[in-house]
């Protein structure tokens, strides 16, 4: 017998937003180039088989995760199409990559050669260091990435990099970008003067494909905007793609009730009632991922169209918020934590400001005990 999904804190996934997001994207993309989407972190904290499985059924057949084990989950769910690494796998864990088909990123030449004597053929994506200088062989290393072809396990089918200046329009950004994408294109085109099939080809992450479409790829890994979001609310609201966002956070209120003016709650007594008020408990607390230094009035949440604040300190598992003015709340009510609420909306945009981050690192921290609900 299992719980009631929604009977405690949930995230809801709108397929839909979901379906939107991807073609809007495709939009963007050269003809020809494919979708890689990124459901590492178990897909942006949205549950990555869920995810994977609809944009399977969507004709998307290449994802990247980050670990050998996530790529395994995948695998066990049924999800079909490359699985590309994109990091670390450690030779005690190469089996997984042999039993689950992945395809392994090479992070340099010593790497390569490492994968190559597990003694099993391995497909695998060469990862180039154009500038970011964090996975990668350097891109003026020729003849060590044309050892990696000549490694005698391995089956290249695809070289790629990562730009780390795509999301700003400075001028020296900029430039960087350009000279990693020339750098990238260069070496591919002295692999092919060097007699080497050139494989897949890719580079752009969700920023790379909004501000620089024009580069022309075989894949594009796109994670944040698919999840219909880009890292800042500002970014969000000026690329005007009318990307909509695919996940909400909801919990249940637990408990509804009055603290009389002089009254603390919640923990270290952080909030004193200045008035006699009506408090509510949310099920939802920082183990679900939910920020604590959102506490103190810094976060909301909705309930019935109204902002709701937090008041003292968020905990593990809960969240006390004042609804003095919201009538007829009730145990059992649903406070929404992202998302809408009849016209009032909160963003994960919204919690990433106030937590002082990006909305990537918000959805990804949302917690192992939420349950998803596909809507
Ligand atoms: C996470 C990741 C992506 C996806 O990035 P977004 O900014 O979310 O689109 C692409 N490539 C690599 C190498 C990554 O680590």
Redesign the pocket.
């Known amino acids: 017998m299992s719980a009631l999904p929604t009977d405690r804190a949930w995230i809801e996934l709108d397929m839909e937003s979901l379906r939107r997001n991807v073609e809007i994207l495709q939009g963007l993309m050269p003809e020809g180039c494919r979708l890689m989407p990124?459901v590492?972190a178990n897909a942006?904290g949205h549950g990555a088989v869920e995810v994977a499985r609809e944009l399977n059924a969507l004709g998307v057949d290449a994802f990247?995760v980050?670990t050998a084990a996530e790529g395994a989950e995948l695998r066990e769910s049924g999800i079909r199409g490359t699985i590309l690494v994109?990091g670390y796998t450690h030779p005690g864990s190469f089996c997984l990559l042999r039993k689950y088909r992945l395809t392994q990123t090479v992070l340099d030449s010593e790497y390569g050669r490492e994968l190559s004597r597990y003694g099993y053929e391995i497909h695998v994506h060469i990862g180039i260091d154009t500038g970011m200088h964090r996975l990668g062989e350097r891109c003026e290393n020729i003849g060590r990435i044309i050892d990696v072809f000549r490694c005698k396990n391995l089956v290249v089918d695809g070289m790629?990099t990562?730009l780390c200046a795509a999301d700003s329009g400075d001028q020296h950004c900029k430039a960087y970008t350009k000279m990693q994408v020339e750098a990238f294109f260069e070496l591919t085109e002295r692999i092919k003067e060097a007699g080497f099939d050139c494989p897949e080809l890719h580079i752009q992450?969700?920023?790379g494909l909004i501000n620089y479409p024009e580069i022309k790829c075989d894949y594009v890994?796109?994670?944040?905007?698919?999840y219909g979001l880009l890292?800042t609310g500002e970014d969000t609201e000026k690329c005007g793609l009318g990307l909509s966002p695919v996940l909400s956070l909801k919990a249940r209120v637990s408990s509804v009730k009055k603290l009389e003016a002089g009254e603390s709650c919640g923990y270290g007594l952080q909030f004193t009632a200045p008035c006699d008020m009506k408090i509510a408990v949310i099920s939802i607390g920082y183990a679900d991922g939910i920020p604590r230094s959102l506490s103190c009035g810094r976060g909301y949440v909705l309930i019935d169209g109204k902002r709701a604040s937090v008041i003292g300190r968020i905990c593990m598992d809960q969240i006390s918020v004042d609804v003095t003015d919201i009538p007829y709340v009730k145990r059992g009510d649903i406070a929404v934590v992202v998302g809408k609420s009849e016209e009032a909306e909160i963003s994960a945009c919204e919690l990433a400001e106030g937590a002082g981050t990006i909305t990537?690192e918000i959805l990804s921290r949302l917690g192992g005990r939420l349950k998803r609900v596909c809507v």
């Open positions: 990124a590492k942006y990247c980050a994109l790629y990562h992450s969700s920023y890994r796109v994670g944040i905007a698919l890292s990537n």
